[in-house]
């Protein structure tokens, strides 16, 4: 059976076999089609600014190199914020993988997980779905919030609690 709709998806990595890999295994389903393969920001910026997607699907290496502040992915989320975007990762850390969840991103799957993993994050996501994230990334932010549980972040020192909202280091 053909699909009359397909869903239109552009990838983004700087990597040319995971752009090929995500092609391939998404055009294996006959309900996506990737209209679109770029190598960096710019082309991203302008595929998404001369047509309309309704996934976009981003390797982090698109980040700049050491990048944990995830930039990029901000700007992408402020200049197309009704496209949902699917974070494609090899980050294992907590404190990273909190910090691109933050960025705006839609969903997260990791390189490691299974195709079927990644696949529902794609679905749930197109379904609307925020904060999606694959069984493996939920996994790796657990330890996070375990951490940060074991460790009271405002204790008690006699009669003053200190509650620390931002740290501002000099320029």
Known sequence: MMHEYK????????????????????????????TACVRNADQLFARLKA???????VGCGMEAPGAKDFAFMRALRQAFP??????????????SLAALQRSGV???????DEARAFERVCERVLSGAKNVLSPRI??????????????????????TRIRIRQFITPA
């Open 138 to 159: 939920a996994a790796w932010l657990g330890t996070l919030e375990a951490l940060i549980s074991a460790v009271d972040a405002s204790p008690d020192y006699g009669a």
């Open 7 to 34: 869903i239109r998806i552009v990838v983004a990595d700087d990597r040319p076999v995971v752009l090929y890999g995500l092609q391939s295994w998404f055009e294996s389903h006959e309900r996506f089609q990737v």
């Open 106 to 112: 839609s969903g997260i799957a990791s390189t490691r």
């Open 82 to 95: 009704d496209t949902p975007v699917v974070a494609f990762t090899e980050e294992t850390g907590a404190p």
């Open 51 to 57: 047509a309309t997607y309704d996934l976009i699907v």
